[in-house]
């Protein structure tokens, strides 16, 4: 198991977890494990970007690196370019969903996906033992790479958009510039909301995670839908005409239904997580369409998808990977798709998704020990007590945050309250340990 990669890529606080010299020794690293490597980096809008990448370049170039930057750009506008440009890594600075003080680091291989756990844990080796190459590559910027993943957006859909009103909410992230610019080439009415690219606003009391301000921004405006991206927009989540919010299940289920009637899905099947709610697994089922689970991080479902030939997954937090044109989650991609059968079958959100989700009751409680927290046997025979009763209608999850120093859980079942009754006791106990 990898120390400092988690389920997406390394990440914690600037300055603490990550810091300047840890990023130098991760970009040495990488001239370790390939001879001259050709790299691509870009970032997200944090105050902190410049530091950590100027660092990256520094380990890599000093490694005899051929590193090329592309300045601010999605998550997947990396992954696209790693692939499509023939470099041997991607690397994007970002910490995705965390608040402006946190900072990361993802790694992409030379198809554009992330690394697998196996090469996390063989490049830590490097890093952790402190061996550093000394060789002299070559650093360049190339802003005009940029381009091509706006073109690439653009030829994912083929149709306009003309007649949407459509409000997008950038996080003051990677995306402030380009979504809007997309849409607005495709002939939509774009409403801006948090694309101000202030990397000390990123995500803060906006984006996905406080999709509250979208629908009150959509309603003011009377827009037909609307989105919200993280601050690296590899996640989004929609709002409907009336207001509705549509998760990253209800996103998926949506696509799974359009793709079947296109006849792209692969043996009718898509992949989600130990997370994706029963009634969307239910409501697929009902269309013939097989729902494989994994465990809950993107790098799981996309390696479920790669192992199984199949087309489409995502997580409900909003992280889906249409895979006909990207390698991973990619947020203004999948609104495209979205509104691409909006405009064609003219119809709303909310009336494209006829399925019945369970009631979930969803806590992240910070910790200061995720491991001992999980390993306590009051809290496992909690969740065995627990678990024994809500089956077989019901689920409870509870497991240790992959980015972030908190505890996550879930309890599903048929009644909203009892779910909630069922999740605030383990809270509680949480709290004791």
């Known amino acids: 198991m990898a120390t400092y990669f988690g389920t997406d890529g390394v990440r914690g606080e600037f300055g603490k977890t990550i810091t300047c010299e840890l990023a130098f020794a991760i970009g040495n690293a990488l001239t370790q494990i390939k001879t001259s490597p050709t790299v691509v980096i870009g970032h997200d809008t944090r105050v902190s970007a410049d530091a950590l990448m100027l660092s990256v370049c520094a380990g890599l170039v000093q490694g005899g690196a051929n590193v090329t930057s592309v300045g601010t750009i999605p998550t997947a506008g990396i992954s696209f370019l790693t692939e499509t440009e023939n470099f041997d890594f991607g ?22 996906k992330k690394l697998a756990d196996e090469e996390e844990e063989f490049l830590e080796e490097f890093f952790k033992n402190q061996k550093i190459a000394q060789k002299s590559g070559v650093f360049v910027e190339n802003l005009n790479l940029q381009k091509k993943y706006f073109e690439h ?5 083929d149709t306009t ?5 459509i409000c997008l909410d950038a996080s003051n992230g990677a995306s402030h510039k380009i979504a809007p610019a997309v849409f607005k080439k495709l002939g939509a009415n774009v409403v801006k909301l948090a694309c101000a690219g202030d990397g000390e606003k990123i995500n803060a009391n906006c984006g996905c995670l406080h999709i509250e301000n979208l629908q009150k921004k959509m309603k003011k405006c009377g827009a037909d839908l609307g989105f919200a991206f993280d601050g690296d927009a590899d996640r989004v989540l929609a709002v409907g005409k009336s207001g509705e919010v ?20 692969f043996a009718n099947s898509i992949v989600g997580t130990s997370h994706t709610n029963t009634g969307i697994m239910v409501a697929l089922n009902r269309n013939k369409i097989n729902l494989v689970r994994t465990d ?10 790669d192992k199984m ?29 979205i509104c691409e059968i909006v405009k064609k079958t003219n119809k709303t959100l909310e009336e494209l998704f ?12 910070p910790v200061k020990d995720k491991l001992k927290i999980m390993n306590n046997e009051d809290l496992k025979n909690l969740v065995n007590r627990i678990f ?22 879930m309890v599903e079942h048929p009644s909203k309250e009892k779910a909630e009754e069922y999740a605030e006791e383990i809270k509680n106990l949480i709290l004791k340990i």
């Open 91 to 112: 690397i994007i600075i970002t910490a995705s969903h965390n608040p402006p003080s946190y900072n990361g680091i993802k790694i992409f291989d030379k198809t554009g």
């Open 153 to 157: 957006l653009l030829n994912c859909v």
């Open 161 to 165: 958009f003309d007649g949407l009103k």
């Open 246 to 265: 549509f998760d990253g299940d209800q996103i998926v289920y949506i696509l799974a239904k359009e793709m079947k009637r296109q006849n792209k899905l």
């Open 296 to 305: 809950i991080g993107d790098k799981y479902v996309i390696d479920a998808m």
């Open 309 to 337: 030939n199949l087309r489409l997954g995502g997580e409900q937090s909003g992280h889906i990977i249409i895979r006909d044109y990207a390698h991973t989650g990619d947020g203004i991609l999948t609104a495209l798709k």
């Open 354 to 365: 006829d399925a019945n989700c369970l009631p979930q009751a969803n806590l992240n409680l």
């Open 388 to 409: 024994c009763e809500t089956a077989p209608a019901g689920r409870v999850l509870v497991r240790a945050s992959g980015t972030e120093d908190k505890v996550r859980i």
